[in-house]
Every structure is written in structure tokens, then in C-alpha cells.
């Protein structure tokens, strides 16, 4: 019996043999970021080559320079991997996490989901937030990177404050836009990285403290009972 004949996409490639490299492409990738991000986190920006990436990922350091070009662009990727938590062009606005905050009618409700969102980020992320921030003074690229990241979380935060405002009265004087400015300090991984990786605070404290201040700092509501392990 004759197998049916391979199906092509309209680049005219077979299909499983285009899953196949793509499958292997996204493995390779991911190896190397997971490698990246451990040197990055461990050594430092500076000090982490790309022949040392290489290794950590056991591929070539041609297949690095073919995957990702600049350590600045390895970097970008893994820092975008890892506030995502996956490799999906999903927008933060768009993540399920995000979505919930924003339909929850309870102010409180949304404020409580967004700091356990900011959290989940940060779990991930906020080692790899603090090389870019430290790199950034140094280096031109990659201040360029620690902007776009303030000013997207800047962008997602002012979703937020103008959601929080239909919901409930901001305090007074207080507008959308000086809302999420507010929201980018308490919820900043300067802050997470300092209440947590250095004053050892746990995850639920954090959470509970963030949750406390932005109520208080944006909202006029009662603050709930129980605040700091939530």
C-alpha cells in the first residue's frame, strides 16, 4: 500500500517535514535562552559570552549566532520569555490573567488579580529585569531595552487604572494616568527584587503588601482584614 502523498503549504514545503525544523528550531532556541538566562542571572551581562552560551547549551556557537545574531537580541528573547512565560505572541493585555482583571467588576477583585499577575512576572522575570536595568547603565542597547520595558508596563498599567476607575472613586486629585504611575512603583521589580530576593519576604507577602498599598494609594475603599498573606 503507497502512503498518501506529503501535504505542502502555499510556500510549497511539506508540512511535517517544515513542523519537524520549526520543532527543532524552537528546542534549539529554547536551550539557548534557558542557558542565557542562567549565565546572564549568575555572571552578569558583561561577563557572559556567546561562546559560553554556547557551551551552556551544548550547540555551536555558530548555531547562537545563527539563532539570535547579538547577545543584546539573546537577552530581549529571554526577557520577553520569561514575563510571558511562554513563547506566544500574546500581548500582556490579552493574557487570560489580564483579561480577568480587567472584566472583574470588584475593584478589589481586579486589584487583587493584578498584583497575583505582576507576581507570576516577576517570579520568572525579575532576575533577568535587574541584569537589564544594571547593564543599562552601561550600555546604549541595552538602556533601549529597559525604556521599552518601563513604558510596556507602563502602557498595560494605565489599562489597568482606567479599568479600576469605571469600577470605583480614585482618590482625590488623583487621575488615570498618575494612577498607573503609582501602580509602576508599588509594582516595580526593583521593589519585588528587594522585598523578596533581598529581605527574603515571601511570594503571599509581597502580594498582601502590594495589594494593601494600591488600595490605600489609589482608592478611597476600606482596606480588607487581611492583608499580608493573601
Keep these: 500500500m503507497s502512503a498518501a502523498p506529503p501535504r505542502r503549504n ?54 547562537v549566532y545563527y539563532a539570535f545574531s547579538t547577545k543584546r537580541a539573546i537577552l530581549a528573547a529571554a526577557l ?24 472583574d467588576p470588584d475593584p478589589l477583585g481586579q486589584l487583587r488579580r493584578q498584583v497575583a499577575g505582576a507576581g507570576r512576572i516577576y517570579s520568572r522575570a525579575a532576575p533577568l529585569l535587574d541584569v537589564v536595568r544594571s ?46 504611575d503609582v501602580a509602576l512603583t508599588i509594582l516595580s521589580p526593583e521593589t519585588y527584587n528587594l522585598l523578596v530576593h533581598s529581605r527574603g519576604w515571601s511570594q503571599a507577602r509581597w502580594r498582601g503588601w502590594a495589594f494593601d498599598a494600591l488600595i490605600g494609594l489609589l482608592t478611597t475603599l476600606p482596606r480588607p482584614d487581611q492583608t499580608l498573606e493573601i
Design 10 to 63: 502555499d510556500s510549497g514545503r511539506t508540512s511535517g517535514k517544515e513542523d519537524g525544523r520549526t520543532a527543532r528550531a524552537r528546542s534549539t532556541r529554547a536551550r539557548i535562552l534557558a542557558a542565557a538566562t542562567e549565565l546572564f542571572t549568575t555572571n552578569g551581562y558583561t561577563s557572559t559570552s556567546i561562546n559560553a552560551i554556547a557551551a551552556e547549551a551544548g550547540v555551536g556557537e555558530q548555531t
Design 80 to 103: 520577553d520569555l520569561a514575563v510571558a512565560g511562554d513563547d506566544e505572541p500574546v500581548p500582556t493585555l490579552e493574557r487570560p490573567w489580564a483579561r480577568d482583571a480587567i472584566a
Design 135 to 180: 547593564a543599562a547603565t552601561a550600555d546604549a542597547d541595552l538602556a533601549e531595552v529597559w525604556t521599552t520595558n518601563v513604558r510596556q508596563r507602563l502602557t498595560v498599567l494605565r489599562v489597568f487604572a482606567e479599568a479600576l476607575a469605571r469600577k470605583t472613586p480614585l482618590r482625590d486629585g488623583l487621575t488615570s494616568e498618575l494612577a498607573a
